[in-house]
């Protein structure tokens, strides 16, 4: 027999109705483990530590942590919650609710990915388009600038007090991912007002976050993008740029320099499409994909073995760089 309610059931998977019950799930949880995605960046270390500071005011066991590599990026540092962080040997198997926050996919999560099959219950907050909806729940706004403004929306509803620890968090993944504000929409400058007005310093965040790099920085730059190749007639004739950052070119420099590069690939204005191949310490690589118009790197990514957004994708790659390009220009089109 159809009950009424569950006639109503297409309506209950909203965004709005999907966050309306993801609240109560976590207000009784009995223990939680946010898990962050691998290599991470200031929107996922944003929202974990911002989770796992209303978690803890509230009394709930929390543990926050991330797959790979085994440090907090330096740049990330100064956020508040850092005390929260567990390595992910550490992470408990037999936790209540696991929430992933800005992971699009299971493969994410890296080597915490297992812990999944033993949480009870598995709350996903993203934004991401390509995202799979692994969770039991899914809080997936693909309109969203970052997943701390997805966090920001939860906690109203939540009747969390966004003050100034949060409100550094949350800025974090909303500075980063709308690339200093350049990418943004109605509503972007007001969530940054309201947590600018609880008396955070967004130019030191951002400048941390953002705009600071060791000299060593420099002389990188100059050997990969020295390097870096235009193919014009790739991708239907709208054209690929593209650099490969080599373990050599790197040295002892972080990835918030190797993270850099594609940024200012991503700028030639003779090319749709901008890749940047990082090489990782096992051998394979790590493709960084940027489009600006009317290429969806996410799609492209997706099937590739990764995901992200229309406009900024990746994934990863096992082969050498020119059979990475030759697949890559092939995928394009
Ligand atoms: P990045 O180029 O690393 O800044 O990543 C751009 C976007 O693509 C981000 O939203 C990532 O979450 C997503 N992304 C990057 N690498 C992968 C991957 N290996 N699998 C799935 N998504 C990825
Ligand atoms: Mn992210
Ligand atoms: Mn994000």
């Known amino acids: 027999m159809t009950t009424a309610s569950e006639a109503d059931l297409p309506e209950l998977d909203s965004l709005e109705a999907c966050m309306q019950r993801a609240v109560p799930v976590l207000e009784n949880a009995t223990s939680v483990t946010v898990l962050c995605h691998v290599q991470p960046d200031a929107d996922t270390i944003g929202s974990g530590l911002a989770l796992g500071l209303v978690l803890e005011r509230k009394g709930i066991p929390v543990q926050v942590a991330f797959g790979f590599p085994d440090e907090l990026p330096i740049s990330m540092r100064e956020l508040p919650g850092t005390h929260l962080l567990v390595s992910a040997d550490q992470v408990r198997r037999d936790v209540d ?18 812990r999944l099959e033993s949480a009870h219950q598995v709350l996903v907050i993203d934004h991401h ?37 949060l409100a550094h968090c949350l800025f974090a993944g909303l500075v980063t991912d709308t690339g200093s504000f350049r990418w943004v929409r109605p509503g972007t400058h007001t969530l940054a007002e309201r947590l ?3 008396g955070i310093d967004g130019s030191r965040i ?67 499409v901008a890749a940047v191949l ?12 940027r489009s600006k118009n009317d290429v969806d790197v996410a799609d492209v990514a997706r099937r590739l073995g990764g995901g992200g957004h229309r406009f900024a994708a990746g994934y990863t790659a096992y082969a050498g760089s020119d059979d990475i390009i030759a697949t890559l220009v092939e995928t394009l089109g």
């Open 97 to 114: 609710l696991l929430v992933t926050v800005d992971c699009g996919s299971v493969g994410r999560l890296g080597r915490l990915s297992d």
């Open 129 to 165: 388009r390509s995202n799979t909806r692994f969770g039991s729940m899914n809080v997936v706004d693909e309109s969203a600038e970052s997943t701390t403004a997805v966090l920001a929306t939860l906690f109203d509803m939540w009747d969390v007090d966004i003050d100034d620890d």
């Open 196 to 198: 600018l007005a609880t």
């Open 206 to 272: 951002a400048r941390r976050l953002l705009d600071t790099h060791p000299f060593g920085w420099l002389p990188m730059l100059s050997s990969v993008l020295g390097s870096a190749r235009l193919e014009p007639a790739a991708a239907g004739g709208r054209g690929l740029v593209y650099a490969v950052v080599r373990r050599e070119d790197v040295g002892d420099l972080r990835s918030e320099e190797i993270e850099s590069v594609i940024d200012i690939v991503r700028t030639t204005v003779e090319a749709e």
């Open 278 to 289: 990082k090489e990782a310490a096992d051998g394979s690589w790590s493709v960084s994909l």
